[in-house]
């Protein structure tokens, strides 16, 4: 009998330590990789390789031609790349969706002056091609430069994965300072949606290659922007840079 009194004293303490569990909230866990994009906006980089004997044609047709490309679609900037990889065109390109883009490559194919005039000339002058869907990074925006005439520099960060729950407010730091600071200015900084994952790009303008150079050597001896660095850099797993010269129709020069 005694024995069963305490088999029953256990059962009910099981039962009671259950409902308990029961009754608690269950915690939600966050899955969030940092700020969320807050629109559908989005700018695809594109990246021709020019066959060498042919560049200067390539950029000469472009330049007569970009009309009927920009008769559809928003083009944000198209620059030569100029150190950093030889007989390359980088362009920019602004949709407000996925759709929106398909209705317009869609509207190309059926283009006959771009057809004609352009693509069934200039595709033979490229080796390859290559393109990335980006996002703006949600506290950064397009910023034209303060004048025309300058150079730009597109410098790449790969990024340790996790996105920017982990490496997020220490990038916005290292920017935050240099842009602060007056050493650059940030035309934008985006981050790859469909390519190489874990990117970051921010696209700086300087008013010469020379100003560049000097800019940078004084910046390095900025204790502010060496500790920025540094904290950012614990989360960099490699970076890469092309210096950009823009061409005659590019919007942002």
């Known amino acids: 009998m005694i024995q069963l009194r ?9 039962a009671e330590q259950c409902l308990s569990v029961k009754s608690r909230p269950t915690p939600r866990a966050s899955i969030s990789t940092g700020p969320r994009q807050q629109h559908a906006t989005f700018y695809e980089f594109r990246t021709y390789y020019i066959q060498p004997h042919l560049n200067a044609a390539f950029l000469k047709l472009t330049s007569e031609k970009i009309h009927l490309r920009t008769a559809h679609s928003e083009l944000v900037g198209y620059w030569s790349v100029e150190y950093g990889g030889l007989n390359q065109v980088f362009h920019i390109w602004k949709y407000d969706s996925y759709a929106q883009r ?17 693509i069934s000339k200039a595709m033979p002058m490229l080796s390859s091609q290559d393109n990335e869907v980006t996002y703006l990074v949600p506290w950064s925006k397009i910023q034209k430069p303060p004048k025309d005439g300058g150079v730009l520099e597109l410098t790449t960060y790969q990024m340790k994965p996790g996105g920017p729950a982990v490496w997020g407010k220490a990038f916005q730091i290292a920017v935050g300072t240099r842009t602060g600071s007056g050493y650059a200015h940030a035309v934008g900084v985006f981050h790859s949606e469909f390519g190489q994952l874990n990117q970051v790009h921010v696209l700086w303008w300087y008013e010469s290659a020379d100003q560049r150079a000097a800019i940078r050597h004084k910046s390095h001896e900025d204790a502010r922007v060496v500790a920025a660095v540094r904290e950012s850099a614990a989360y960099l797993v490699s970076q890469k840079n092309k210096l950009l010269f823009p061409c005659a129709f590019s919007p942002i020069k």
């Open 6 to 14: 305490g088999i029953f004293r256990n059962v009910a303490r099981h």
């Open 102 to 118: 398909a209705s317009v490559r869609a509207a190309l194919a059926q283009d006959p002056n771009w057809i004609e005039q352009y």
